[in-house]
């Protein structure tokens, strides 16, 4: 590598740099200003953040100078493939450009005006970078401050400070400037992250951090929890708990206690309350890790509390290499395993970028990744003190593979690609060997192998001492284990996650993975999301404290009937979790399909109602089925591609893939992106807090970057498109996010969704809207279901979108013009239509057909309004007729109701068309649905279904008597002639 001095400094003229590049053969052509291609030959670019911003949508400055002295400038925002806006001129700059003998130098002077800034003060801290291109040694590209990929990638410049050696003050205004540098990457604690990750979230820059109003109280200065262990003896817990605020302090560490006996632990903060400038940050969440002795399966009390200084380092941990595809992994007592990983080999891999996740006494988190044009990956490590590694394999499909718009039908041919022969191999020296399936022991003596496509749970054992299995694999359904033994080669070990004759799909840009597990024998096996199996308790106001999850239910108080019900919606959340090849996907349940309902809407917004309702519970089940449909949703359908980096792939059920490719997997289409899909991003910030994963905040910035870029919510068809009313419902996903961080782009996002809505008059005078954004038209005519009439009718499942997050964004911005009347308008209206069942019509609200599974979230939208503006009895009236519907229709039969269909398609000689019928939707007699309409509960029913009714009967139990809810029908009304005619079930009894 030739070597490269540079030197910076300023005057009242200007920045001025020197770089001195030593270069043997230099390379360059004649070349115009601006050319996008210089970059290729021997050059210097220099970068420069005036602001420090970190952000990539801020007014960097980018110049480049090659060998030969052609320049090309530019300044921001980020442009498409890391460009800006090369328009731009510095207009001033001096360029001289010299050769000497062991190279070329490069002088530069940039006027403070073509910087956009004054003379800067003395103290003022600047993002720069200094990077150079050498050639012809293809690949030699060199940085001050290495970017780990793209030059511009800004979260890694470095620093400069503007200083005066020889005033006395210079050294205290140094440390001051640092101060301040530290102060703005501690304020990115906020989001649990480093910089790398804050180009996806700054929006106007690092702004000041004002804590939101109405913070929730600290518990008090300890925190007490209670841990039941998965096994006995002794075992590693590592678990991530709600932080009572002030408890750990940036820096701080912790000890734990149970009876008084003090335990070594390690603390990883993983997010930070918002906090005002100079105040010292507070975790909000952090991961404890310690090793235990549980003495049997009862539960036992922790104590943490603030100590001063971490414990030293257990011994025990393993040694764990990485060597491109082969880990290395060895045990104290001399046992060692070579992994090495079975894919597609890099046709041109980059550099591999390396990031230490987690390192401390007792545990270890590592993660390689490998960007390539054809197989990216990312090898990642875990270890603990107490002996047990994880290794994940995940494999991009990086082809450039998408289908083409086929603009005639506004439809896309989806490649329908699969994946390859993917898993790992793994060898270690002679060892008696013995697979556990289940309670079965077999000993392996020449040859054995084992399917998962039953969903089978087996591990194989060596030497009595070590278990190697893999959590996931019975879930997935796919691939198989074959193990060889033999004195003389030892042990040889195959896990295929799955095979090229599976066909398992695998579209392109979207992520398999492959993980394995070695551990003693005596350890808990981990969760299939890779989490510790332990669970814990702590008191529900600390989960209240930060996400307002409320008062948990005490289902022993509750009657039978009403906590049977609750707990048939935990299973059925449950259920809904997919396995096969779209494993964690969360769709529809089905009782007669459990875990198999492949199509659903793919939009995540439901995600937080499940990660509320398991820490509220304390049901560990349905973190774990939140966190699985988080993993899913970052691997297969975020549009990971250049222009659209971020957006959510549309679910193409209209697409059927071959039949030799299974059909049990919802094909996404590669749309670009679809904007009114991407919601719900904030489920990947609860899933960083109870992982610590690094993907989901990747997955949460990219998200979030999209919908500031791309999400907006004004009138369609216009000849500049504003956008979707509909993706109002994304305002609770930036109110949330200034919640928990307390950055101002947030609530500024939130704002900005609203006023566009209400701005380019999408939103009407009286306070509602269209599915288009345009004057309602069609809201007296007959419309049975979507077509014929366009979208200028008022639709409440597009209107209950504005009541998702504006109520919330009311606590924020009280004054908002018309946002307190557009909360109550919507609600109003939503109470107002709906049917005397419990139910509300779809698409119109006279409409035939009911969508029944759909009432649990209208219900709870209107709950949303109420908790903001104050519970009306009307509202009340409105969530009780729907959850009496749910709760006695699964009484009496043990089903959900799904949908109720029209009377006139019930009859001997149904019609062909119903728009024939009527004009006005007046002149139809809606009443006699409930007597005489199909009645459906055998189809599946989506998740906006299942998810609210916990939370809802909560809601509904702070104002009314449960016995409201359980009084049987009365005679005549339209829910007993609805249940009048369908059969009792067999079994009656507590569910």
């Not at 990485?322 to 080999?345: E, M, S």
């Not at 606590?811 to 909360?823: F, M, N, Q, S």
Request: glycine content about 8%; some cysteine.
């Amino acid at each position: 590598m030739n070597q490269a001095l540079g030197a910076v400094g300023w005057d009242d003229d200007g920045l001025k740099v020197m770089f001195d590049c030593e270069d043997e053969q230099i390379v360059f052509r004649d070349r115009k200003r601006d050319d996008p291609d210089a970059w290729q030959d021997d050059s210097f670019e220099l970068f420069i953040d005036p602001g420090h911003t970190h952000d990539d949508q801020s007014k960097w400055i980018h110049l480049l100078v090659t060998a030969g002295g052609a320049v090309l400038d530019e300044k921001g925002p980020m442009g498409a493939r890391y460009g800006g806006d090369t328009s731009y001129d510095a207009k001033g700059l001096a360029v001289k450009v010299d050769k000497t003998i062991r190279g070329w130098r490069v002088h530069l002077t940039i006027p403070w005006a073509d910087l956009g800034r004054d003379k800067p003060p003395l103290g003022e801290a600047w993002g720069i970078n200094f990077c150079r291109e050498d050639y012809p040694h293809q690949g030699e590209y060199t940085a001050w401050s290495p970017t780990y990929g793209p030059f511009a990638r800004i979260a890694r410049w470095g620093h400069v400070i503007f200083s005066d050696p020889g005033s006395v003050d210079d050294k205290a205004r140094i440390l001051a400037a640092k101060a301040v540098i530290a102060d703005q990457h501690n304020r990115l604690k906020g989001y649990g992250m480093d910089a790398t990750l804050l180009r996806y979230f700054a929006d106007k820059g690092v702004t000041e951090s004002a804590p939101p109003p109405r913070r929730a109280p600290a518990i008090n200065g300890l925190l007490a929890m209670t841990v039941t262990p998965a096994a006995a003896g002794t075992q590693m817990v590592r678990l991530s708990v709600p932080m009572p605020e002030g408890l750990l302090r940036d820096g701080g560490d912790m000890s734990v206690s149970a009876g008084g006996e003090p335990v070594a632990v390690s603390v990883r903060a993983l997010t930070w309350y918002p906090v005002a400038k100079g105040a010292a940050p507070s975790a909000r969440r952090a991961m404890v890790t310690f090793p235990y002795t549980f003495k049997n399966l009862e539960p036992v009390q922790f104590v943490l509390q603030p100590a001063e200084k971490a414990p030293g380092r257990p011994g025990g941990f393993p040694a764990v290499t990485v060597d491109g595809d082969t880990v290395n992994i060895g045990y104290r007592d001399g046992r060692r395993f070579t992994a090495k990983l079975i894919a597609p080999a890099c046709e041109n891999p980059g550099t591999p970028e390396s990031q230490v996740v987690e390192s401390n006494q007792v545990f270890e988190w590592r993660r390689v990744r490998t960007d390539d044009p054809a197989w990216s990956r990312v090898i990642e490590t875990r270890v603990d003190a107490l002996g047990t590694v994880t290794v994940v394999a995940h494999l991009q499909q990086s082809a450039n593979t998408q289908s083409q718009f086929e603009a005639a039908t506004r439809t896309f041919d989806i490649p329908f690609l699969t994946a390859p022969d993917f898993g790992w191999q793994i060898e270690t020296a002679d060892a008696s060997c013995v697979l556990a399936e289940g309670s079965t022991l077999t000993e392996v003596k020449d040859r054995a192998e084992r399917s998962f496509a039953q969903g089978l749970i087996v591990s194989l054992v060596l030497d009595g001492k070590y278990r190697v299995y893999h959590p996931a694999a019975p879930f997935k359904l796919r691939g198989k284990i074959e193990v060889r033994h033999g004195p003389d080669k030892g042990v040889a070990y195959r896990y295929l996650r799955s095979t090229a004759t599976e066909k398992v799909p695998m579209q392109s840009t979207s992520w398999r993975r492959a993980e394995f597990v070695i551990a003693p024998v005596d350890q808990a096996p981990l969760t299939a999301t890779l989490e510790y199996p332990h669970e814990s308790r702590v008191d529900w106001r600390l989960w209240d404290a930060l996400y307002r999850t409320g008062r948990p239910l005490e289902m022993a108080k509750l009657p039978n009937d009403l906590s049977g019900m609750v707990r048939f919606h935990y299973e059925a959340i449950i259920a809904a979790g997919m396995r096969g090849d779209d494993w964690g996907n969360h769709g529809c349940y089905d009782p007669a399909k459990p875990h198999r309902v492949s199509h659903g809407m793919n939009r995540l917004n439901h995600g937080p109602a499940i990660f509320f309702e398991g820490w509220r519970s304390g049901d560990r089940r349905l973190v774990n089925t939140a966190v699985a449909w988080c993993e899913n949703f970052h691997d297969l359908s975020i549009w990971w591609g250049p222009e659209f980096w971020g957006g959510t792939r549309y679910p193409q059920a209209n697409k059927k893939p071959p039949t030799d490719i299974p059909s049990d997997f919802m094909w996404r289409s590669d749309e670009g992106a679809a904007d009114f899909c991407t919601k719900g991003f904030d489920s990947f910030f609860l899933a960083y807090e109870q992982t610590g994963d690094p993907l989901m905040l990747q997955a949460l910035g990219a998200q979030a970057q999209f919908a500031k870029r791309y999400i907006h919510t004004g009138r369609k068809w216009q000849p500049v498109d504003t956008g979707h009313p509909r993706n109002i419902g994304t305002v609770i996903d930036f109110v949330r996010l200034y919640r928990y961080t307390g950055q101002p782009q947030h609530l500024e996002q939130a704002l900005r969704l609203f006023r566009e809505l209400r701005d380019t008059k999408a939103l009407q005078p009286n306070n509602l809207f269209t599915e288009a954004g345009f004057e309602p038209v069609n809201d007296d005519k007959f419309i049975p279901h979507d077509g014929r009439v366009g979208e200028t009718y008022i639709k409440p499942y597009i209107l209950g979108y504005a009541l998702e997050g504006l109520p919330a964004l009311l606590e924020y911005a009280p004054d908002e013009p018309r946002l307190r009347d557009t909360v109550q308008a919507v609600s109003d209206f939503l109470a107002k239509v709906q049917d005397p069942v419990g139910s509300w019509r779809y698409p119109h609200p006279l409409s035939p057909n009911m969508l029944v599974y759909q009432a649990p979230e209208h219900a709870m939208q209107i709950a949303n309004a109420d908790r903001a503006i104050g519970a009306k009895d009307d509202h009340l009236d409105t969530i009780e007729r729907m959850l009496r519907l749910r709760l006695h229709y699964w009484l009496k039969t043990g089903r959900l109701m799904v949908g109720l269909g029209n009377w006139e398609s019930a009859g001997p000689n149904p019609p062909q068309d119903l728009w024939s019928l009527y004009n006005k939707a007046a002149e139809r007699d809606s009443r006699r649905d409930w007597a005489e309409g199909a009645i459906e509960d055998k189809s599946a029913a989506p998740n906006d279904g299942l998810v609210y009714v916990p939370e809802l009967v909560q809601f509904y139990l702070e104002h009314r008597p449960a016995s409201r809810l359980l009084e049987a029908p009365k005679q005549g009304t339209p829910l007993a002639t609805l249940l009048s005619r369908v059969p009792l079930r067999q079994k009656v009894g507590k569910e």
